[in-house]
């Protein structure tokens, strides 16, 4: 029964995504007042992350970007929907990625690279960088497995769709071992804005106005190969278009300090947040963890 379900919703997907753009988007326009009136989804949760990240806008700018993350995340639905069927000419359209030369080279000169990222613009269109990298390097990201066996099984597809492959995220540094003693050249992507549990919070900083704890896992082990680390800094263009650009954020992470690395990818991250706020997931628990208002952090924690 299970594995007829798990079919179903595979051939439903897929035969999803290969109906034309506009009726994904006609689609997406429909859902908008569903989740955004209707089911209400995590609306308290947005609108308290909304407030206390941006104290200096009004009530009236507030919702404005609320509504405008409802809107982006109903093109997020479908746009990954989708994926599952874009050819790579299409795929390199509607995701355009700059520097894929820089990183290859990287990659080749030192066996493995860190790529960080963050649930910003469409993270799954990110998925296509094999299509902008030098064939011989290989690129993985890594992913926290799904209970649902059927999703599971969707997005898997889907972010494997263009030859990237999916690690979980507790096999990071064997499979990233692996890679080096076999000798291949890789690019392991890090999806690092989420809320870490307490016992792995070893980092916090100051980040849109409040105390974040941060995940240190791809500094880690970044150090512990001394591998470049790169940032996608994402653009959403116009629906259903963005630009990424790899920005080389050091080539020697052994010469920084603890969390350096980290606070400024959270950095680098929050100026894009400011730049589009309504393409970040608003809808995320990001600060459950968190002590209060960045301004009430001890000094040797702020991340500076």
């Known amino acids: 029964m299970k594995k007829a379900i798990k079919r179903l919703v595979e051939y439903f997907f897929v035969l999803s995504s290969h109906l034309p753009a506009w009726f994904h988007y006609a689609v997406s326009d429909a859902l908008f007042p569903l989740v955004y009136h209707v089911v209400r989804y995590r609306r308290r949760v947005v609108r308290r992350n909304l407030t206390a990240s941006f104290p200096e806008k009004s009530a009236k700018e507030i919702k404005r970007i609320e509504r405008g993350f409802y809107h982006f995340f109903c093109d997020y639905i479908v746009e990954t929907c989708m994926l599952l069927s874009f050819s790579p000419e299409e795929m390199r359209k509607r995701m355009k990625i700059t520097g894929g030369e820089a990183i290859s080279e990287a990659a080749r000169n030192n066996d493995t690279v860190i790529l960080f990222l963050g649930h910003y613009g469409n993270w799954e269109w990110i998925s296509s960088m094999p299509l902008w990298v030098a064939p011989d390097v290989h690129c993985s990201q890594l992913y926290r497995p799904l209970n649902n066996e059927a999703f599971e099984s969707v997005f898997m597809r889907l972010?494997?769709?263009?030859?990237?492959?999916?690690?979980?995220?507790?096999?990071?540094?064997?499979?990233?071992?692996?890679?080096?003693?076999?000798?291949?050249?890789?690019?392991?992507?890090?999806?690092?804005?989420?809320?870490?549990?307490?016992?792995?919070?070893?980092?916090?900083?100051?980040?849109?106005?409040?105390?974040?704890?941060?995940?240190?896992?791809?500094?880690?082990?970044?150090?512990?190969?001394?591998?470049?680390?790169?940032?996608?800094?994402?653009?959403?263009?116009?629906?259903?278009?963005?630009?990424?650009?790899?920005?080389?954020?050091?080539?020697?992470?052994?010469?920084?300090?603890?969390?350096?690395?980290?606070?400024?990818?959270m950095r680098r991250l929050e100026a894009a947040i400011r730049r589009q706020p309504e393409i970040w997931l608003w809808s995320h628990k990001r600060w459950k963890h968190s002590r209060g208002p960045a301004e009430e952090m001890p000094a040797e924690n702020s991340g500076e």
Not at 178 to 204: V, Y
């Open 159 to 265: 972010r494997s769709r263009f030859g990237g492959e999916n690690i979980p995220k507790n096999e990071a540094l064997r499979r990233i071992l692996t890679f080096r003693r076999e000798g291949t050249k890789a690019i392991i992507g890090f999806i690092a804005d989420q809320s870490p549990r307490p016992q792995n919070i070893h980092d916090r900083i100051a980040f849109l106005h409040q105390d974040t704890p941060v995940f240190t896992g791809g500094e880690r082990i970044a150090k512990k190969l001394n591998a470049p680390v790169y940032f996608a800094d994402v653009k959403r263009v116009s629906r259903g278009h963005y630009e990424c650009e790899l920005q080389l954020m050091t080539t020697n992470p052994a010469e920084h300090s603890d969390w350096e690395i980290t606070n400024e990818y």
